[in-house]
Structures are given as structure tokens and as C-alpha cells.
């Protein structure tokens, strides 16, 4: 296990200076924060291995179902940020996980919201490069819960 200072991982990173396991990680939240589905696709492994359970989709199992979930948020009108923080990282051969927290902000037309989730990603090396294969993120506080999926989901679950 490797414990990283608690710099928070935004996207926003030099790719270039880090790691190639932290820049997949870090490309994952450009992606996110960035809206852009071709770089989420790049960062995901295209396979049915791919399976991710988060507050927002439930269980979602291959690229094509999580995709959605994505095409769906990214054309929302709403505003978000986030980010990843107070994390350890896990490598071992073909395979890493991080196990910390996001932070970041939910806006949707009369709605603010401060998010907190525990989050777990796992990423595999295939083809030459990294790909997450797993994401877990669970929201603690079943006030914030609720008023999440409340702003969310009318846009994801068309």
C-alpha cells in the first residue's frame, strides 16, 4: 500500500509528470469534470467485465450500460465538480485500486448541494495501458442521498 500526500486529484494534473496509474486516475476526472464521454470512454475498459455501482445507476455491468449512465449526466443541465482526496493506493502487478473520498458540488436549478462520497476505484493494465474496470462510490449521509437523487435523476433516468 502506498499512502500519497493528500493532494486531490482534479483532472486538472500535469499527466505528463505523474505516474502512469495516478494519470489514468486523473484522466478519469477530466473526463468527468470535462463532460467528455470520448475520454471516459478511453479511460474505462471496453468489456463486459466493466461494472460499476454508484448512487446514481445502481449496479451497471459493461461499457455500454455504465456509458449511459455518462451520455445521460454529461447532458444534463446541471453544474458539478469533483474531486478525489484522502486516498491510499493499492498496486500490485496488473492491477490497482484506490480506496478515499470525493468532495465536490451538485448545482441544478434551485439546488446546491456539497457532495461526500466514499469511492473505490479499480483499474487493470491491459493493452499497454491502464483502464478502470471498477467503481464503487457510496454516500453516507441518507439526507444527502436522497436530495442527490432527487436532482439527479430526472435527468439520468430518461
Do not use: C
Not at 439546488?111 to 462510490?137: E, K, N, Y
Amino acid at each position: 500500500m502506498q499512502r500519497l500526500e493528500q493532494t486531490a486529484v482534479t483532472g486538472r494534473e500535469d499527466k505528463q509528470g505523474l505516474p502512469p496509474h495516478l494519470a489514468a486516475l486523473s484522466t478519469f476526472y477530466a473526463a468527468l469534470n470535462g463532460r467528455n464521454l470520448e475520454l471516459m470512454a478511453s479511460n474505462w475498459l471496453q468489456s463486459d467485465e466493466a461494472a460499476m455501482d454508484n448512487p446514481l445507476g445502481g449496479i451497471k455491468r459493461g461499457w455500454e450500460e455504465i456509458k449511459s449512465v455518462y451520455q445521460r449526466l454529461f447532458a444534463s443541465p446541471s453544474e458539478y465538480w469533483f474531486e478525489f482526496y484522502d486516498f491510499t493506493l493499492h498496486l500490485d502487478g496488473n492491477v490497482f485500486y484506490v480506496v478515499g473520498r470525493e468532495r465536490g458540488e451538485f448545482k441544478t436549478v434551485g439546488t446546491v448541494l456539497s457532495m461526500a462520497i466514499r469511492t473505490t476505484r479499480i483499474f487493470t493494465h491491459r493493452d499497454g495501458r491502464w483502464q478502470q474496470v471498477h467503481h464503487h462510490g457510496s454516500i453516507d449521509d441518507p439526507d444527502l442521498l436522497a436530495r442527490y437523487q432527487a436532482a439527479v435523476r430526472p435527468g439520468i433516468d430518461k
